[in-house]
């Protein structure tokens, strides 16, 4: 790992976003049924999530120093996930808890590779810029952005801004949108932090959403238009990484998941970390991809979680090969 230099004494990372408990119904049929009706399922659990605070322990467990900005309640749910991030070692200094909310709380049903999910936002949706310590952007050497759609109202607007003072102070900085419940996908506030973006890291059809493209070559050609690289998550098969002009496919042999939630978010942390580890934006796919893949291997988004040496390792199995911009599909 690089070691951090001495005129940057602040954490390796700090993640920007959204922290909540995760309530897992796992099986078969997950479906519920209504009138009243009771369904048994395989199990269900309550565990670490969203997205920011999945990627916060991910990053950590491959040994990052990472400090989360958040906002949770004052409620068993929030001690809940501050107890539970402070025993991973991640930083919860800047995590704001709002007397009179309710802590964010998300259910999802889950059944293999797929799953559905319904979250209640709470006091998550209360985070803003302001809330970001400046210290902590003086002092980071990367900055990552989650779930920008769930938090776009509260922190949207200065959103630009805190970026590009990260940027300004020296980090480097990253944007997962994640899906858009609202299916409205963005405006200029939107592109506005794209620009301030040094990569965007969405899922296949989230680029393709908010950039307003039916495929993704022309979503990769019009979002690496609006400023950042490009890391599209694409799942089982996958990554595509468009740095300009340069395309590449990265790929992993597949796992057999037993249960893919927080994947995307792992995904996040080995890219992070393969960038502030100095490789080039390919390689920290492959990294990021062995963090996803092996993080599928238990129920909830960190408990398979691994560790540096075990994520290298997979990691040196991917392919990694260059891609035409012509192409008409990836």
């Known amino acids: 790992m690089t070691e951090r230099g ?12 959204d922290c909540n408990p995760d309530v ?9 049924s209504f009138g009243q009706r009771e369904k048994l399922v395989d199990g269900i659990w309550m565990v670490v999530g969203g997205s920011a605070a999945i990627t916060a322990v ?7 120093g990472v400090e989360l900005v958040a906002a949770v309640g004052a409620d068993p749910a929030g001690d809940y996930m501050l107890g539970q991030l402070a025993r991973e070692g991640v930083g919860t200094a800047a995590v704001a808890v709002r007397d009179g909310e309710s802590t964010g709380m998300t259910v999802a049903l889950s059944r293999g590779a797929d799953r559905a999910i319904l979250t209640a936002p709470g006091a998550m949706a209360s985070l803003t810029a302001r809330d970001v310590p400046a210290a902590l952007l003086a002092q980071a050497r990367h ?21 590009a003072a ?4 020296g980090a480097t900085t990253s944007l997962d949108t994640n899906w858009d419940p609202a299916g409205r996908w963005g405006d200029g506030r939107l592109r506005a932090s794209l620009a301030q973006a040094d990569v965007l890291l969405p899922n296949e059809t989230e680029a393709m959403r908010i950039a307003g493209e039916p495929t993704l070559p022309a979503a990769a050609g019009a979002l690496t238009a609006a ?12 990554a595509f990484c468009a740095d300009g002009p340069e395309w590449h496919r990265v790929e992993l042999a597949p796992v057999t998941p037993v249960d893919t939630t927080g994947a995307g978010d792992c995904f996040n942390a080995g890219l992070i970390a393969g960038l502030l580890r100095g490789l080039a934006l390919p390689g920290a796919a492959a990294l990021g991809c062995a963090v996803g893949a092996l993080s599928t291997r238990a129920a909830g988004g960190t408990a398979g979680s691994p560790d540096l040496a075990l ?10 090969r260059r891609v035409s911009a012509g192409t008409p599909s990836l």
């Open 6 to 17: 001495a005129d940057r004494p602040g954490a390796d990372l700090v993640v920007v976003g």
């Open 24 to 32: 897992l119904v796992l099986g078969g049929d997950v479906t519920p």
């Open 58 to 64: 991910a990053a950590a467990r491959l040994g990052l």
């Open 143 to 163: 900055v990552h952005v989650s779930s920008y759609f769930l938090l776009e109202r509260s922190l949207g607007p200065g959103l630009a801004a805190l970026l």
């Open 166 to 169: 990260a940027r300004a102070a």
């Open 227 to 238: 400023g950042p690289r490009l890391a599209v998550k694409l799942g089982e098969r996958g």
């Open 311 to 320: 994520a290298l390792a997979l990691a040196r199995t991917a392919t990694v």
